[in-house]
């Protein structure tokens, strides 16, 4: 999707009581908890949280971004956000079960936007360790998708993220099918997909590793844009180092990574703030 006009972001990510939103009750949505299997129950809520944790982290976009994520023990059923309802008061029982072709499979009186889908659906279609494809337009995000040069090697950051990232050509909003084969090939067995003049995309094999994943993202272009802005020469990374990344990362998360190291924390905070994504 497109960015719409006005778009205001903030150039810092704290995620602190102020975030905090009393709306996740507003909506009268009833639980879905007992109506549905413990496996979807706690993707629902780590999928929920994932919406208000952009949301904290002032990634979102209003309501024109996306995360997905497959429903467990099925190839073609993801879970979305309903259209219309702000990152913030996203909650685990409001979540659309869609299939591939963004079709609703149970009761919701919200819609999906056809649009949010076209990129996630192309992804998990070919992605099939992909279960949650993450999306955000941030200004980070795009600002750097614009440069020719795309992302630098400046930061320690930067390394996990070169090691595994693609890029696609803007081809206008995602509306079309015959798009998704190019954005399939352009993202490869990457984790990282940079979307020219559009914005950031992940994908991860847990909710939690797609949104750790975006974090690095979002960190390595802001890193960079404040880095060029100092207008003095920049130190790049021996490519070398690069090509270890993975090594590292998992050296330095003892094997267990670093989403499974950092959700379980990002929980609680969010539990701090406003509980309802629980809902």
Same mark, same amino acid.
């Given at each position: 999707?497109?960015? +719409?006009?006005? /778009?205001v972001?903030?150039?810092?990510? #704290?995620?602190?009581?102020?975030?905090s939103?009393?709306?996740?009750?507003?909506l009268?949505? #009833?639980?879905?908890?007992?109506?549905?299997?413990?496996?979807?129950?706690?993707?629902? @809520?780590?999928?929920a949280?994932?919406?208000r944790?952009?949301?904290?982290?002032?990634?979102?976009?209003?309501?024109f971004?996306?995360i997905?994520?497959?429903v467990?023990?099925?190839?073609?059923?993801f879970? &979305?956000n #309903?259209?219309?309802?702000?990152?913030?008061?996203?909650?685990?029982?409001?979540?659309?079960? &869609?299939?591939?072709?963004?079709?609703?499979l149970?009761?919701?009186?919200?819609? @999906?936007?056809?649009?949010?889908?076209?990129?996630?659906?192309? &992804?998990?279609?070919?992605?099939h360790?992909?279960?949650?494809?993450?999306?955000?337009?941030?200004?980070?995000?795009?600002?750097?998708?614009?440069? /020719?040069g795309?992302?630098? +090697?400046?930061?320690?950051?930067?390394?996990?993220?070169?090691?595994?990232?693609?890029?696609?050509?803007?081809?206008?909003?995602?509306?079309?099918?015959?798009?998704?084969?190019?954005?399939?090939a352009?993202?490869?067995?990457?984790?990282?997909?940079?979307?020219r003049?559009?914005?950031?995309?992940?994908?991860? +094999?847990?909710?939690?590793d797609a949104?750790?994943?975006?974090? %690095?993202?979002?960190t390595?272009?802001?890193?960079q %844009?404040?880095a060029?802005?100092?207008g003095?020469p920049?130190?790049?990374v021996?490519?070398?180092? &690069?090509?270890?990344a993975?090594?590292?990362?998992?050296?330095?998360?003892?094997g267990?990574?670093?989403?499974a190291?950092?959700?379980?924390?990002?929980? /609680?905070?969010?539990?701090?703030?406003?509980?309802?994504?629980?809902?």
């Amino acid at each position: 999707m497109s960015v +719409p006009p006005g /778009r205001v972001d903030s150039e810092e990510n #704290p995620v602190s009581a102020s975030s905090s939103t009393s709306s996740s009750s507003a909506l009268n949505i #009833p639980s879905l908890k007992h109506r549905v299997s413990a496996a979807e129950w706690q993707t629902r @809520v780590d999928l929920a949280a994932a919406y208000r944790l952009v949301a904290a982290f002032k990634w979102d976009d209003l309501v024109f971004t996306h995360i997905s994520a497959r429903v467990p023990g099925t190839e073609d059923q993801f879970l &979305i956000n #309903p259209y219309g309802l702000l990152f913030e008061e996203i909650t685990a029982s409001c979540l659309i079960t &869609i299939d591939l072709h963004s079709n609703k499979l149970d009761d919701s009186a919200f819609s @999906v936007n056809p649009a949010g889908f076209t990129i996630h659906s192309a &992804i998990h279609s070919a992605r099939h360790d992909a279960h949650c494809v993450m999306h955000t337009h941030t200004l980070n995000g795009i600002a750097v998708s614009a440069q /020719r040069g795309g992302v630098l +090697p400046l930061s320690q950051q930067s390394i996990f993220v070169l090691s595994s990232l693609g890029y696609h050509d803007y081809e206008g909003v995602a509306l079309r099918d015959d798009e998704k084969p190019r954005l399939v090939a352009d993202l490869g067995r990457n984790n990282y997909l940079m979307l020219r003049n559009h914005g950031l995309l992940t994908v991860g +094999p847990t909710i939690a590793d797609a949104f750790l994943a975006m974090y %690095l993202f979002e960190t390595v272009c802001t890193i960079q %844009l404040r880095a060029m802005a100092g207008g003095t020469p920049l130190i790049h990374v021996d490519p070398q180092i &690069i090509a270890t990344a993975a090594e590292q990362a998992r050296q330095a998360t003892r094997g267990t990574g670093g989403g499974a190291l950092t959700w379980p924390g990002l929980l /609680r905070r969010l539990d701090r703030i406003d509980a309802g994504f629980r809902h």
